[in-house]
């Protein structure tokens, strides 16, 4: 089984920063995209940032130029760094990632259970 665990998440005041982890284990062949969503209450859930293993990071426009989204592929591991932070970030944020667990599987989605981020004065 696959299973990704998602940290980092928490109150924080605008203007402060925060960084989410996302560590996926299990067993896996290959990793191809990693990335974060969020879903703020009574609203759909929306792109924040995804990193593909190959080609150009996607910012959701509200982000950009504040948060920065990396890999580690030797530890599985994707980051969302959040700097200058606003009360509309307040989410569930979710990590996702795109992978095959055998060389001859189709490539699947998960998805993290979710961590808590409130942007509050």
């Known amino acids: 089984q696959v299973q990704l665990v998602e940290s980092g998440g928490g109150l924080v005041q605008p203007g402060g920063s925060l960084r989410l982890s996302c560590a996926v284990s299990?067993?896996?062949?290959?990793?191809?995209?990693m990335g974060w969503y969020r879903q703020a209450p009574g609203k759909q859930r929306v792109l924040v940032a995804t990193?593909?293993?190959?080609?150009?990071?996607n910012y959701a426009d509200s982000v950009k130029d504040r948060f920065t989204i990396s890999r580690d592929n030797a530890r599985n591991t994707v980051y969302l760094q959040m700097n200058n932070v606003k009360p509309e970030d307040t989410a569930i944020y979710y990590c996702?990632?795109?992978?095959?667990?055998?060389?001859?599987?189709?490539?699947?989605?998960?998805w993290g259970q979710g961590t808590q981020v409130t942007v509050s004065s």
């Open positions: 996702n990632v795109n992978l095959k667990r055998r060389a001859w599987f189709r490539q699947e989605d998960y």
């Open positions: 299990g067993v896996i062949f290959s990793i191809s995209a």
């Open positions: 990193m593909p293993s190959i080609g150009d990071i």
